[in-house]
């Protein structure tokens, strides 16, 4: 349920309609109010100040029509250009942006404003009498503290109009696209990786956690029937992974005394039939336990930069590699985008990946996740870009150095390698595709990559050659 509930509020987060209908709600309440101060205070409370009296009723409604006429157009023209911002957007720089556009606070509340002026405007016309009559709800009157609420949410409406008309070109903006990007994936770095799900086993403890593991969990178990006593829980919807609430995961599994292997991460294409979890011992698991665990899955039609780190990561390479298409042929913009994936690589060398195994309160092992370490992420983000890198001279070369840049960031040996991995592949692509002076620039680039790895601040890191194999990861 939880999941379902921080879906949902990522959707209300990224509408048009919450706060613009949060503000109405709020002119309505503030035209409600003001009207009843206007019943209460004398029309001589303020003096003779002819900026507080100077309207009748005539007056009042030509100034509070003015008002609300204008605001519901200028609020079609926002939300037209706003429109006409998204399609532009989505279509040069691709649709999986379209989401960032959508949750753009300054176009959410450009629209709230204009609507809530016209809202109170028209609130506060309702209120206004002619009189002519004995009856109290006849008798003139005329709110002028509330009109003059009016004039000032209008007043604020022409700044909020000129703040848009900055904002929108802005906005859309290659420049300021990628680094929105590129600043939000460098924030969910540091505020989700390593993801905590669980406690970690400490070092102290990780011998006794690993005995806990199941052997049909374990890496080298045999394919036998007999050594597979786990229920595999599968999918009953199809889409998305966009949420997984990992603290309703780890209480089912506590509750239950099982032992959950996760078979997916957010991002993950669900359909009926795949199999999400595997829960161990499968006597243990009841229908209610399959519902307990699905229940911390919430699917949706898109990915969702929620909790999938990837995603921001492929939104960098989908921005780069239609820079880098014949159609376009922007390298530069490129280049921006390479910068950003260097500061992600660079904030993620040297920490630790996620330990797969997660134990409860007690010690118990409950969860055993999937973790990516350095490796992967360097070959989503650069490897996934290499082969549009590769035919441009530009590209190739700054490619090859920003690998170079995120090598002082690296603290092991395994991250090291990636890189050089990273470095040798583009250069076999680049040497099928450019030629003569192009491909001896590139070249030139993966030579000084080479002597930068040879420095001796990178080779005490080193713990062992860079040909040998990668460590195999841990059970």
């Known amino acids: 349920m939880r999941a379902l509930f921080l879906q949902y509020s990522e959707r209300i987060g990224a509408s048009y309609w919450f706060i613009p209908s949060i503000m109405a709600v709020g002119a309505a309440i503030l035209a409600f109010v003001l009207i009843e101060v206007d019943l209460r205070v004398p029309p001589d409370a303020f003096g003779n100040n002819p900026f507080f009296f100077a309207t009748q009723p005539d007056g009042a409604r030509s100034i509070l029509s003015a008002i609300g006429g204008s605001m519901i157009g200028v609020a079609g023209t926002v939300f037209s250009v706003t429109m006409a911002t998204v399609v532009f957007a989505s279509g040069s720089y691709g649709p999986r942006l379209l989401s960032n556009f959508m949750n753009d606070r300054g176009n959410q509340v450009t629209l709230g404003v204009f609507v809530a002026t ?61 680094a929105g990007i590129g600043g939000g994936l460098l924030r969910d770095i540091g505020n989700r990786f390593p993801k905590h799900l669980g406690e970690p086993a400490e070092e102290e403890n990780r011998a006794e956690v690993l005995w806990q593991v ?59 039939g795949r199999v999400l979890f595997d829960a161990w011992p499968s006597e243990r698991v009841t229908d209610e336990v399959r519902s307990a665990l699905v229940a911390a899955i919430a699917l949706g039609h898109t990915r969702s930069v929620t909790q ?92 090859i150095d920003c690998l170079a840049r995120v090598a002082p960031a690296c603290r092991r040996q395994d991250e090291l390698r990636a890189l050089h991995d990273q470095k040798e592949a583009l250069l076999a692509l680049a040497r099928e595709g450019l030629g003569g002076a192009s491909l001896e620039t590139v070249e030139a680039a993966g030579r000084r990559f080479d002597e930068q790895l040879a420095h001796p601040r990178l080779r005490s890191t080193d713990r062992g050659p860079l040909s040998s194999p990668a460590p195999e990861p841990a059970a």
């Open 118 to 178: 016209f809202v109170y405007s028209m609130l506060v016309l309702r209120s206004v009498r002619d009189g002519g009559s004995e009856d109290i709800y006849a008798a003139m009157f005329v709110p002028n503290i509330a009109i003059f609420g009016a004039i000032v949410l209008a007043i604020g409406s022409i700044g909020i109009l000129i703040f848009f008309i900055h904002h929108v070109p802005s906005t859309i903006h290659i420049s300021n696209v990628i």
């Open 214 to 272: 199941p052997a049909c969990f374990r890496p080298d178990a045999a394919d036998d029937a007999a050594l597979a006593p786990y229920r595999e829980i599968e999918m009953d919807y199809t889409g998305y992974i966009q949420v997984i609430d990992y603290e309703t995961l780890m209480h089912a599994a506590r509750d239950h005394e099982i032992v959950v292997r996760m078979n997916c991460r957010p991002g993950t294409f669900a359909h009926s």
């Open 308 to 399: 999938d780190l990837l995603f921001l990561f492929d939104e960098l390479v989908e921005i780069a590699a239609r820079a880098l298409s014949p159609g376009v042929n922007d390298p530069f913009t490129a280049l921006t985008c390479l910068d950003w994936l260097t500061a992600a690589m660079s904030e993620l060398a040297g920490r630790s990946p996620p330990d797969s195994l997660r134990v409860d309160e007690d010690h118990k092992l409950r969860v055993i996740g999937g973790s990516m370490a350095f490796a992967g992420y360097v070959d989503h983000s650069f490897g996934h870009l290499r082969q549009y890198a590769a035919a441009d001279m530009i590209a190739a070369e700054h490619f």
